[in-house]
């Protein structure tokens, strides 16, 4: 149980492109998932809170217009990395946590690489 | 200071030796906490919760939680070079929206 998927799970594009990277909980629904980033050798950061129906949470410093951020049902939240540039390239993941949890453990899709040219 | 606290090692342990990995965290509202798996280039993985004071045992893995001393570990009994890793400490707070706080993440190298 508790799997969550990704895809997809790696992604090349052009400057100035966007992507969109969706992520799904399989066998349980989801509340709530989380879109975190990581670059080489650092650890998680957390980009954004995402609530079924309604408008996603951002953290301080992420920008929510080039980070657009979908949670239209209970199995399904997207991110959509718009006019994205060589920056922007790192490893996106997500993670969910089931409605039937009431401490909080969160299930993490497998990510997705992107790397912009 | 951090939230979540972690030694980010190197840790280097013989095959077959006991790993501790240790995590301390700041806020004493903190409810529950994790500890995640992660290999080079993956995804994390859920490895072990706890929530209530004491010891957890789950196979070779025993977390260890004290509130009071705000301080949670991981145990890794019988080392095996497939558990080399990094082991990431996660809390929740509680009134955050479900936000789970990360330590940095502890490297783990087990040696043959």
């Known amino acids: 149980g508790a799997v969550v998927s990704q895809h997809p799970s790696r992604v090349i594009c052009k400057s100035g492109t966007s992507v969109k990277i969706e992520c799904r909980s399989l066998?349980?629904?989801?509340?709530?998932m989380f879109w975190y980033r990581q670059f080489p050798k650092q650890s998680l950061m957390l980009m954004a809170t995402s609530n079924e129906g309604s408008k996603a949470t951002y953290e301080q410093g992420v920008e929510k217009d080039k980070f657009l951020i979908n949670h239209a049902s209970l199995t399904l939240s997207t991110l959509t990395v718009t006019s994205a540039h060589p920056e922007d390239s790192s490893f996106y993941i997500c993670?969910?946590?089931?409605?039937?949890?009431?401490?909080?453990?969160?299930?993490f899709g497998p990510g997705t690489r992107l790397t912009v040219l | 200071q951090k939230e979540v606290e972690q030694n980010s090692g190197p840790l280097s342990v013989p095959e077959g030796a006991i790993a501790s990995l240790n995590c301390t965290y700041s806020?004493?509202?903190?409810?529950?906490f994790f500890w995640y798996r992660q290999y080079s280039g993956k995804s994390p993985e859920l490895i072990m919760s706890i929530y209530s004071n004491g010891d957890k045992e789950d196979g070779r893995f025993t977390a260890q939680l004290n509130k009071a001393s705000q301080y949670v570990s991981l145990l890794i009994r019988d080392s095996q070079p497939s558990d080399s890793a990094t082991y990431l400490c996660a809390v929740n707070i509680g009134n955050q929206g479900g936000k789970l706080i990360f330590g940095q993440g502890t490297e783990l190298s087990v040696k043959p």
């Open positions: 806020d004493r509202g903190s409810q529950s």
């Open positions: 066998d349980f629904q989801a509340t709530t």
């Open positions: 993670s969910a946590r089931s409605a039937a949890s009431g401490m909080g453990e969160q299930f």
